[in-house]
């Protein structure tokens, strides 16, 4: 069992830039490959990206592909989520899920965190 959450959300402006985490505790974290997800005002939940159990492996979605990175610090059963150029179309609650990779970047994501919200805008 593994217990996230979330933090850092916020307001910013377009273009600008926030570091969210995701501090885990319960089972040894660096087990577990995390993901990120995020949900905008009336749509569903879409991915975001995933990293692996170690910070050598991460892969992203195409519409953050570029401007969002994610890292780990194991040591501090934390992973991150650094977004930058913040566009409006950004806001969402974000997500944090930890799992067991079946296939790369396939991963099972069996626990959540509660969420942060992110909201871009002038």
């Known amino acids: 069992q593994v217990r996230l959450v979330e933090s850092g959300g916020g307001l910013v402006q377009p273009g600008g830039s926030l570091r969210l985490s995701c501090a885990a505790s319960?089972?040894?974290?660096?087990?577990?490959?995390v993901g990120w997800y995020r949900r905008a005002p009336g749509k569903e939940r879409v991915y975001v990206g995933t990293?692996?159990?170690?910070?050598?492996?991460?892969f992203y979605s195409d519409s953050v592909k570029g401007r969002f990175t994610i890292s780990r610090d194991n040591a501090k059963n934390t992973v991150y989520l650094q977004m930058n150029g913040l566009r409006p179309e950004d806001t969402a609650v974000y997500y944090c899920?930890?799992?067991?990779?079946?296939?790369?970047?396939?991963?099972?994501?069996?626990?959540w965190g509660q969420g942060t919200q992110v909201t871009v805008s002038s």
């Open positions: 899920a930890a799992g067991f990779i079946k296939t790369w970047p396939l991963t099972n994501f069996d626990f």
């Open positions: 319960g089972d040894t974290f660096s087990d577990y490959a």
């Open positions: 990293i692996g159990r170690s910070s050598g492996d991460t």
